[in-house]
C-alpha cells in the first residue's frame, strides 16, 4: 500500500489477555518505530527495528510487551496479560533510513487503539 | 535527555486570526526540530523541520516556524487560520548525534471558530 497500515484499529480487551498489534510499513523503509500515544500525553517511544541491526527495546515500559519484525518488513507488537493501563493507541511509523541518515520525518500509520477492560 | 514543552493542551482561534502555538525544548546543544501535525482520525505527518541553515522554516499549509537558540523555542505560527487547520500539533525534537529517537511533545490541540 501507499502509506503504513496498521491492524487492529479498535481493539478491546479484557484484562489479562494476550493482544497482537500488526504494522505493515512502506515498501522499503528500512527503519521501523512503535510509539504509543494516551490520553493527554505525547508519544512514548516503545521500539525501533533498523534493518538487520539488533532492535532498540529501551523503551518497552515492562517484559510483558515484546515486538518483531519478520523478513525486514512487517512488525507485530505483542503485549501479554493486558492491564488497564495498557489502555492507549499503539502508533507505527516507518522511515526511509536510520541511524546517520535519518532526516526526521517519519510516516504514521493511523494507530490501534487498545482498551482493555 | 531530550525534553520538549508546548505550552497549552488547547488553542482556540478564529477564523483568520494569527495561530501561535509554543515548543521549548532543553538540552545544551541544540538538536533537529519537528512540529507534526495530526487530522481527525488521521496518522501524524511532517509540517515542517529544522535541522541546519536557515532558522525561519517554511511547511505546508501555509505554517512556519523559527528556531531561536536563545530561547530554546520553536514556536509554529499561521498568519491566518483556516477551519482545515483543526488539528492536533505536536513538537518534536531529536539529538543531532545520529539518534533516531523523536522525542514528542504533550501536543496542543487546536480549533477553529467560524
Request: aromatic content about 10%; some cysteine.
Amino acid at each position: 500500500g501507499a502509506g503504513v497500515s496498521q491492524s487492529p484499529s479498535n481493539k478491546v480487551t479484557e484484562k489479562g489477555k494476550d493482544v497482537e498489534l500488526r504494522c505493515d510499513p512502506i515498501s522499503g523503509h528500512t527503519a521501523l518505530y512503535w510509539y504509543r500515544q494516551s490520553l493527554g500525553q505525547g508519544l512514548e517511544f516503545l521500539i525501533y527495528f533498523q534493518g538487520n541491526s539488533a532492535p532498540d527495546k529501551s523503551g518497552l515500559p515492562s517484559d510483558r510487551f515484546s515486538a518483531e519484525r519478520t523478513g525486514g518488513s512487517v512488525s507485530t507488537l505483542t503485549i501479554q496479560r493486558t492491564q488497564q493501563e495498557d489502555s492507549a493507541v499503539y502508533l507505527c511509523a516507518s522511515s526511509l533510513h536510520g541511524g546517520a541518515k535519518f532526516a526526521g520525518e517519519l510516516f504514521f500509520g493511523e494507530g490501534s487503539r487498545l482498551t482493555v477492560l | 535527555a531530550q525534553s520538549v514543552t508546548q505550552l497549552g493542551s488547547h488553542v482556540s482561534v478564529s477564523e483568520g486570526a494569527l495561530v501561535l502555538l509554543r515548543c521549548n525544548y532543553s538540552s545544551s546543544v541544540p538538536p533537529y526540530l519537528f512540529w507534526y501535525v495530526q487530522y481527525p482520525n488521521q496518522g501524524l505527518q511532517l509540517l515542517l523541520k529544522y535541522t541546519t541553515g536557515a532558522t525561519l522554516v517554511k511547511g505546508i499549509n501555509g505554517f512556519e516556524a523559527e528556531f531561536k537558540k536563545s530561547e530554546t523555542s520553536f514556536h509554529l505560527t499561521k498568519p491566518s487560520a483556516h477551519m482545515s487547520d483543526a488539528a492536533e500539533y505536536f513538537c518534536a525534537v531529536t539529538p543531532r548525534s545520529n539518534d533516531y529517537k523523536l522525542s514528542f511533545g504533550a501536543g496542543t490541540t487546536v480549533t477553529v471558530r467560524a
